[in-house]
């Protein structure tokens, strides 16, 4: 079967191959976990943590990862590997600072980012996420040398490892100190290959404008994705505080998933049509339409099927206690329809990243407002439907900047009718399904 796949994959396929396996793999985790002799104050602590990594590995992170092929497609053969090797630096002092700032600060941040009192493990923590820093701009390397097969490999075994890791330990009973010990483990691995990979570093040829205007083309994305995931961070910080109990913690964390299939594709195809409407935009929209198309013919009638089953298999697949998260996770599906739209990779490949950034943070503002009123009125349903609104607003902001100050028309990157078509039976799916 493997071989069969491989030999149809390009790279659009291979990228949404990459973080469908990133996405399934978290999703799975916590499914595997449920199932083992956590208590539901554990599966609390440990999506803690992993709602700081989240915080961390894609705050600046994915926006740092976004610029690197608008910088290194321009460049000189001779340039290029040596840039990749400064963007290598890069990620390492960040990581470097990161380690250092949360063992400094571990007592004052851990209750103000979760409202635990402390985590157990959270020192191993900062470690994997240091170990792990570095050797994420890999799947951008194999991209740029348009080496999908690698891409493949690279996510099957990275993304396998990380899931023994953690859940071998879990059904043993070693604890989250034990978890955190052999995620260090497969992370150290992982960031020698990226060594390897990249092979050995250049003497010389360094040069600091270039690293300069990669970062000056990624700030606006960095700060974009730090704002996108202080949203992320003032739903989860809110709840933490608001409710006050590991429980309830624990059925926003698993109640609000986005349908990682949606997320993961729609992810993969925004970076692989990145250097493709960087170097051909017209082309390169023709593109983007038809396999946005396709996203769309794969993803949302999935939606509609999880959608109107939602309380028949959600505590079957994750666990009984969690069976009031069911209804949370039927609004959060909805977000399918906004993350298929990708404007924003038009608008990465055209190096009109500051508009993204402005849009992020009135979409910060809207959903803080709108979260903070919701929740006294919906409570946690209220806060997704916070989100709902703000994703949104994201989406059609954007459109409009691209048709209003770059004349490229919705019906140029996107098939208005099979979408209108989809979303308006999404919603009456919704209807049913949420009113019982």
Not at 17 to 32: D, E, F, N, P, S
Not at 45 to 67: D, K, M, P, Y
Request: include cysteine.
């Amino acid at each position: 079967m493997i071989p069969a796949l491989l030999h149809r994959l390009d790279l659009s396929r291979s990228m949404q191959l990459y973080q469908l396996m990133r996405m399934g793999t978290a999703v799975l985790t916590g499914i595997l976990l449920a199932k083992t002799g956590l208590t539901t104050e554990d599966l609390g602590r440990w999506e803690a943590l992993l709602f700081i990594g989240t915080l961390v590995l894609f705050t600046g992170v994915n926006g740092l990862l976004q610029a690197i092929a608008p910088n290194y497609l321009p460049l000189s053969e001779r340039e290029k590997p040596v840039f990749l090797q400064e963007v290598l630096g890069v990620f390492f002092l960040l990581g470097g600072f990161l380690l250092i700032s949360f063992v400094l600060l571990e007592a004052p941040l851990v209750p103000f980012l979760t409202g635990f009192s402390s985590l157990p493990g959270f020192k191993w923590y900062a470690l994997f996420l240091f170990l792990q820093l570095p050797s994420l701009p890999t799947e951008i390397y194999f991209l740029l040398k348009e080496r999908p097969k690698a891409i493949f490999w690279w996510g099957f075994w990275g993304f396998g490892a990380q899931l023994v890791a953690v859940v071998f330990p879990a059904w043993r009973g070693w604890g989250l100190e034990g978890m955190l010990q052999l995620l260090c483990l497969q992370a150290a691995i992982k960031v020698l290959l990226t060594f390897w990979i990249l092979g050995p570093f250049s003497k010389g040829h360094y040069r600091f404008h270039r690293i300069r205007g990669y970062l000056r083309l990624a700030w606006p994305l960095v700060a974009t994705s730090f704002t996108g995931n202080l949203i992320v961070f003032f739903d989860t910080w809110l709840v933490a505080h608001w409710f006050s109990d590991g429980s309830t913690f624990a059925i926003y964390r698993y109640g609000s998933r986005e349908f990682p299939l949606a997320l993961a594709l729609a992810t993969a195809l925004g970076t692989a049509m990145v250097p493709r409407l960087t170097a051909n935009l017209a082309e390169g929209l023709q593109e983007l339409k038809l396999r946005s198309t396709q996203l769309l013919h794969t993803v949302l009638p999935l939606t509609a099927l999880l959608l109107i089953s939602v309380h028949e298999w959600f505590p079957v697949v994750f666990h009984p206690n969690l069976a009031s998260a069911a209804p949370l996770f039927s609004i959060y599906l909805l977000l399918s329809l906004s993350r298929v739209l990708l404007p924003n990779s038009v608008l990465i490949g055209l190096s009109d990243t500051r508009i993204i950034l402005k849009v992020s943070l009135m979409e910060l503002v809207l959903k803080v407002v709108t979260g903070l009123l919701f929740l006294q009125v919906w409570g946690l349903e209220g806060l997704a439907w916070s989100a709902i609104l703000s994703f949104w607003f994201e989406k059609i902001a954007l459109g409009t900047w691209l048709w209003k100050q770059h004349s490229i028309t919705p019906d140029r990157w996107l098939d208005w009718k099979t979408y209108g078509f989809y979303s308006i039976l999404l919603l009456l799916l919704f209807v049913m399904v949420h009113g019982k």
